[in-house]
Protein backbone atom coordinates (compact mmCIF):
# COMPACT_ATOMS: atom_id res chain seq x y z
CA UNK A 1 0.00 0.00 0.00
CA UNK A 2 1.28 3.60 -0.81
CA UNK A 3 1.26 6.60 1.28
CA UNK A 4 -0.99 8.15 -0.95
CA UNK A 5 -3.37 4.95 -0.72
CA UNK A 6 -2.87 5.09 3.06
CA UNK A 7 -4.29 8.90 2.85
CA UNK A 8 -7.35 7.80 1.23
CA UNK A 9 -8.44 5.53 3.37
CA UNK A 10 -7.61 7.85 6.70
CA UNK A 11 -9.70 10.77 5.31
CA UNK A 12 -12.68 7.87 4.85
CA UNK A 13 -13.04 7.68 8.26
CA UNK A 14 -13.25 10.16 12.06
CA UNK A 15 -9.33 9.92 11.92
CA UNK A 16 -7.96 13.07 13.22
CA UNK A 17 -4.05 12.67 13.09
CA UNK A 18 -2.33 9.96 11.50
CA UNK A 19 1.67 10.77 11.42
CA UNK A 20 4.89 8.05 10.81
CA UNK A 21 8.25 8.03 11.57
CA UNK A 22 11.21 6.75 10.26
CA UNK A 23 13.63 7.08 13.02
CA UNK A 24 13.75 10.89 13.68
CA UNK A 25 12.34 11.58 9.61
CA UNK A 26 8.57 11.92 9.50
CA UNK A 27 7.23 9.82 6.28
CA UNK A 28 3.88 10.00 6.21
CA UNK A 29 1.24 12.81 7.66
CA UNK A 30 -2.09 13.11 7.95
CA UNK A 31 -3.93 16.17 10.10
CA UNK A 32 -7.52 16.28 9.28
CA UNK A 33 -7.62 19.26 11.90
CA UNK A 34 -4.30 20.98 13.05
CA UNK A 35 -5.76 21.62 16.16
CA UNK A 36 -5.12 17.98 17.17
CA UNK A 37 -1.31 18.61 17.23
CA UNK A 38 -1.62 21.03 20.28
CA UNK A 39 -5.20 20.49 21.78
CA UNK A 40 -5.14 17.76 24.50
CA UNK A 41 -7.45 14.99 24.28
CA UNK A 42 -8.08 11.89 25.77
CA UNK A 43 -6.23 8.95 24.91
CA UNK A 44 -8.27 6.13 27.06
CA UNK A 45 -5.80 3.47 27.94
CA UNK A 46 -2.48 4.50 26.41
CA UNK A 47 -2.47 5.79 29.92
CA UNK A 48 -2.01 2.25 31.42
CA UNK A 49 1.32 2.29 29.14
CA UNK A 50 2.21 5.51 30.37
CA UNK A 51 2.04 4.13 34.44
CA UNK A 52 3.70 1.07 33.15
CA UNK A 53 6.78 3.27 31.83
CA UNK A 54 6.64 5.43 35.49
CA UNK A 55 6.39 2.02 36.77
CA UNK A 56 9.90 1.01 35.30
CA UNK A 57 11.59 4.53 36.43
CA UNK A 58 10.39 3.88 39.83
CA UNK A 59 12.26 0.07 39.74
CA UNK A 60 15.08 2.23 38.02
CA UNK A 61 15.79 4.40 41.27
CA UNK A 62 15.35 1.66 43.01
CA UNK A 63 11.75 3.11 44.20
CA UNK A 64 10.20 -0.44 44.15
CA UNK A 65 12.96 -3.41 44.64
CA UNK A 66 11.38 -6.35 42.24
CA UNK A 67 8.35 -6.55 40.56
CA UNK A 68 7.92 -9.57 41.56
CA UNK A 69 7.12 -8.87 45.26
CA UNK A 70 3.68 -9.18 46.41
CA UNK A 71 1.67 -5.86 46.35
CA UNK A 72 0.62 -6.24 50.35
CA UNK A 73 3.65 -4.76 50.74
CA UNK A 74 1.80 -2.12 49.27
CA UNK A 75 -1.50 -2.26 50.54
CA UNK A 76 -1.34 -4.26 53.66
CA UNK A 77 -5.02 -4.51 54.37
CA UNK A 78 -4.44 -7.28 51.99
CA UNK A 79 -3.54 -9.42 54.54
CA UNK A 80 -7.10 -9.07 56.49
CA UNK A 81 -8.94 -10.79 53.90
CA UNK A 82 -7.07 -13.92 54.60
CA UNK A 83 -7.47 -15.26 51.26
CA UNK A 84 -4.15 -16.54 50.35
CA UNK A 85 -4.91 -16.09 46.30
CA UNK A 86 -5.15 -12.53 47.30
CA UNK A 87 -1.66 -12.32 48.70
CA UNK A 88 0.08 -14.03 46.04
CA UNK A 89 -0.79 -10.99 43.90
CA UNK A 90 2.49 -9.13 42.44
CA UNK A 91 3.42 -5.85 40.49
CA UNK A 92 3.87 -8.40 37.46
CA UNK A 93 0.44 -9.44 37.55
CA UNK A 94 -0.89 -6.08 37.65
CA UNK A 95 1.60 -5.25 35.05
CA UNK A 96 0.28 -8.57 32.54
CA UNK A 97 -2.94 -8.10 34.22
CA UNK A 98 -2.96 -11.31 35.25
CA UNK A 99 -4.22 -10.49 38.72
CA UNK A 100 -6.81 -12.44 38.95
CA UNK A 101 -9.13 -10.48 40.37
CA UNK A 102 -12.91 -9.49 39.11
CA UNK A 103 -12.78 -6.40 39.17
CA UNK A 104 -16.00 -4.32 38.09
CA UNK A 105 -17.41 -1.32 37.41
CA UNK A 106 -15.05 0.36 40.31
CA UNK A 107 -15.65 3.97 39.12
CA UNK A 108 -18.99 3.81 40.19
CA UNK A 109 -17.61 3.74 44.19
CA UNK A 110 -17.09 5.64 47.15
CA UNK A 111 -13.18 4.33 47.24
CA UNK A 112 -12.16 2.89 43.84
CA UNK A 113 -8.53 1.53 45.59
CA UNK A 114 -11.07 -0.29 48.51
CA UNK A 115 -13.32 -1.60 45.88
CA UNK A 116 -10.84 -3.21 43.87
CA UNK A 117 -8.88 -4.62 46.87
CA UNK A 118 -12.00 -6.38 48.32
CA UNK A 119 -12.75 -7.76 45.08
CA UNK A 120 -12.71 -12.19 44.44
CA UNK A 121 -9.83 -13.22 43.25
CA UNK A 122 -11.09 -15.73 40.05
CA UNK A 123 -8.14 -17.18 38.26
CA UNK A 124 -4.92 -18.13 40.65
CA UNK A 125 -2.45 -14.74 39.90
CA UNK A 126 -0.11 -15.41 36.91
CA UNK A 127 -2.85 -18.08 35.40
CA UNK A 128 -5.04 -16.03 33.69
CA UNK A 129 -5.23 -12.71 31.45
CA UNK A 130 -8.17 -10.48 32.41
CA UNK A 131 -7.74 -6.76 30.98
CA UNK A 132 -9.46 -4.12 33.45
CA UNK A 133 -8.08 -1.06 34.37
CA UNK A 134 -8.46 -1.80 38.01
CA UNK A 135 -4.99 -3.41 37.44
CA UNK A 136 -3.96 -0.10 36.31
CA UNK A 137 -5.55 2.20 39.00
CA UNK A 138 -3.48 -0.22 41.82
CA UNK A 139 -0.27 0.34 39.72
CA UNK A 140 -1.13 4.53 40.20
CA UNK A 141 -2.24 3.65 43.77
CA UNK A 142 1.21 2.24 44.39
CA UNK A 143 3.41 5.39 42.41
CA UNK A 144 1.34 7.46 44.78
CA UNK A 145 2.73 5.73 47.81
CA UNK A 146 5.89 5.48 46.86
CA UNK A 147 6.56 8.60 45.44
CA UNK A 148 4.77 10.62 48.80
CA UNK A 149 3.34 12.80 46.22
CA UNK A 150 0.73 12.06 43.45
CA UNK A 151 1.14 10.13 40.45
CA UNK A 152 1.30 13.22 38.05
CA UNK A 153 4.07 15.07 40.38
CA UNK A 154 6.28 11.70 39.42
CA UNK A 155 5.24 12.00 36.15
CA UNK A 156 6.12 15.89 35.61
CA UNK A 157 9.48 15.58 37.20
CA UNK A 158 11.15 12.14 35.86
CA UNK A 159 8.90 11.82 32.57
CA UNK A 160 6.84 14.38 31.20
CA UNK A 161 9.25 17.37 32.02
CA UNK A 162 11.89 14.98 30.09
CA UNK A 163 9.90 14.71 27.13
CA UNK A 164 8.65 18.10 26.99
CA UNK A 165 5.39 17.61 27.65
CA UNK A 166 3.60 20.38 29.37
CA UNK A 167 -0.38 20.30 28.21
CA UNK A 168 -1.95 16.93 29.83
CA UNK A 169 -5.12 16.68 32.04
CA UNK A 170 -5.31 13.67 34.53
CA UNK A 171 -8.50 12.77 36.38
CA UNK A 172 -8.08 11.48 39.80
CA UNK A 173 -10.05 9.47 41.79
CA UNK A 174 -12.34 10.29 44.58
CA UNK A 175 -8.84 9.80 47.43
CA UNK A 176 -6.89 12.10 44.86
CA UNK A 177 -5.05 9.21 43.27
CA UNK A 178 -4.47 10.01 39.69
CA UNK A 179 -6.49 7.10 37.25
CA UNK A 180 -4.23 4.68 35.92
CA UNK A 181 -5.57 3.08 33.02
CA UNK A 182 -8.36 5.57 31.24
CA UNK A 183 -8.12 9.14 31.72
CA UNK A 184 -5.12 11.15 30.47
CA UNK A 185 -5.83 13.45 27.59
CA UNK A 186 -2.29 14.55 25.48
CA UNK A 187 -2.19 15.99 22.09
CA UNK A 188 -0.91 14.34 19.15
CA UNK A 189 2.70 16.18 19.50
CA UNK A 190 2.84 14.73 23.17
CA UNK A 191 1.64 10.96 21.91
CA UNK A 192 4.86 11.57 18.91
CA UNK A 193 7.47 12.34 22.00
CA UNK A 194 6.11 9.76 24.13
CA UNK A 195 6.09 7.11 20.96
CA UNK A 196 10.45 8.09 20.64
CA UNK A 197 10.89 7.26 24.02
CA UNK A 198 9.77 3.97 23.26
CA UNK A 199 11.61 3.26 19.79
CA UNK A 200 14.33 4.16 21.19
CA UNK A 201 14.87 1.94 24.25
CA UNK A 202 13.20 4.41 26.86
CA UNK A 203 15.79 7.20 25.30
CA UNK A 204 15.01 10.99 24.66
CA UNK A 205 17.57 13.32 22.99
CA UNK A 206 20.21 11.84 24.64
CA UNK A 207 18.55 11.57 27.42
CA UNK A 208 17.96 8.09 29.21
CA UNK A 209 14.34 8.63 30.97
CA UNK A 210 14.06 5.31 31.59
CA UNK A 211 16.17 2.00 30.96
CA UNK A 212 16.07 0.14 27.74
CA UNK A 213 16.01 -2.85 30.28
CA UNK A 214 12.75 -1.84 31.35
CA UNK A 215 11.45 -1.31 27.52
CA UNK A 216 12.78 -4.81 26.55
CA UNK A 217 10.70 -6.64 29.65
CA UNK A 218 7.72 -4.55 29.11
CA UNK A 219 7.14 -5.15 25.21
CA UNK A 220 7.93 -8.98 25.78
CA UNK A 221 4.56 -11.23 24.98
CA UNK A 222 3.70 -12.68 28.40
CA UNK A 223 0.28 -13.99 27.75
CA UNK A 224 0.13 -15.33 24.10
CA UNK A 225 -3.34 -14.94 22.92
CA UNK A 226 -5.19 -17.73 20.42
CA UNK A 227 -3.03 -17.45 17.01
CA UNK A 228 -4.95 -16.34 13.69
CA UNK A 229 -3.47 -17.91 10.40
CA UNK A 230 -0.63 -15.37 9.71
CA UNK A 231 -1.05 -12.75 13.18
CA UNK A 232 -0.29 -13.73 16.80
CA UNK A 233 -0.75 -11.16 19.42
CA UNK A 234 -0.01 -10.85 23.17
CA UNK A 235 0.28 -8.54 26.08
CA UNK A 236 3.39 -7.52 27.89
CA UNK A 237 3.52 -4.98 30.65
CA UNK A 238 0.33 -2.94 29.92
CA UNK A 239 1.50 -2.44 25.83
CA UNK A 240 0.11 -5.30 23.30
CA UNK A 241 2.18 -7.42 21.30
CA UNK A 242 1.76 -8.61 17.45
CA UNK A 243 3.71 -10.26 15.42
CA UNK A 244 2.91 -10.73 11.51
CA UNK A 245 3.96 -12.60 8.60
CA UNK A 246 3.86 -14.05 5.08
CA UNK A 247 5.73 -16.99 3.43
CA UNK A 248 9.04 -15.20 3.38
CA UNK A 249 9.62 -12.98 6.54
CA UNK A 250 8.16 -11.86 10.02
CA UNK A 251 7.72 -8.50 12.00
CA UNK A 252 7.05 -8.47 15.40
CA UNK A 253 5.72 -4.95 16.84
CA UNK A 254 4.15 -3.45 19.88
CA UNK A 255 1.90 -0.81 20.46
CA UNK A 256 -0.20 1.20 23.16
CA UNK A 257 -4.25 1.74 22.49
CA UNK A 258 -7.00 3.23 23.62
CA UNK A 259 -10.56 3.75 22.78
CA UNK A 260 -12.10 5.29 19.62
CA UNK A 261 -8.96 4.50 17.79
CA UNK A 262 -6.02 6.10 19.74
CA UNK A 263 -2.43 4.56 18.54
CA UNK A 264 0.94 4.75 19.47
CA UNK A 265 2.95 1.83 16.88
CA UNK A 266 6.43 0.75 17.45
CA UNK A 267 8.31 -1.37 14.62
CA UNK A 268 11.71 -2.08 16.10
CA UNK A 269 12.92 -3.75 13.38
CA UNK A 270 12.12 -1.43 10.62
CA UNK A 271 12.74 1.58 13.25
CA UNK A 272 9.44 2.78 12.34
CA UNK A 273 7.21 4.70 14.97
CA UNK A 274 3.36 5.57 14.19
CA UNK A 275 0.69 7.65 15.71
CA UNK A 276 -2.87 7.50 15.13
CA UNK A 277 -5.56 10.25 16.86
CA UNK A 278 -9.42 9.75 16.39
CA UNK A 279 -12.45 9.60 17.18
CA UNK A 280 -14.03 6.54 15.98
CA UNK A 281 -16.82 4.69 16.91
CA UNK A 282 -16.52 0.78 18.44
CA UNK A 283 -17.06 -0.89 15.12
CA UNK A 284 -13.68 1.19 13.27
CA UNK A 285 -11.39 1.74 16.44
CA UNK A 286 -9.66 -0.99 15.08
CA UNK A 287 -8.96 1.07 11.83
CA UNK A 288 -6.00 2.32 12.46
CA UNK A 289 -4.21 -0.80 13.12
CA UNK A 290 -5.85 -2.22 10.09
CA UNK A 291 -3.72 -0.02 8.05
CA UNK A 292 -1.25 0.26 9.49
CA UNK A 293 -1.15 -3.56 9.42
CA UNK A 294 -1.73 -3.21 5.33
CA UNK A 295 0.88 -0.77 5.03
CA UNK A 296 3.63 -3.15 7.36
CA UNK A 297 2.51 -6.02 4.70
CA UNK A 298 3.08 -3.94 1.41
CA UNK A 299 6.44 -3.53 2.98
CA UNK A 300 7.50 -7.30 3.63
CA UNK A 301 6.21 -7.72 0.05
CA UNK A 302 8.85 -5.79 -1.42
Excluded at 44 to 60: A, F, N, P, Q, R
Aim: with cysteine.
Amino acid sequence: MSFNELEKKVKKIKIEGFVIYKGNTRIFEYLKNKKVIKNPTKVYSITKSIVSILIGIMVDKGLIKNIHDPIYNFFPEILEFNDPMKEEITLFHLLTMTSGLQVGKFQSSKNWVKFILEQPVIHRPGSTFEYNSGNSHLLSAIIQKVSGGSTASFAEEFLFHPLGIKKYIWVKDPQGIHEGGFSISLNLEDMVKFGFLLLNEGQFKSNQVVSSNWIHEAKKTYKQFEAEEDRTFGYGYQLWTCEIANSNTKIEYYYANGLYGQYIFIVPKLNIMAVAKSYLQDDQSSAPKLFFEELLRSWMDE
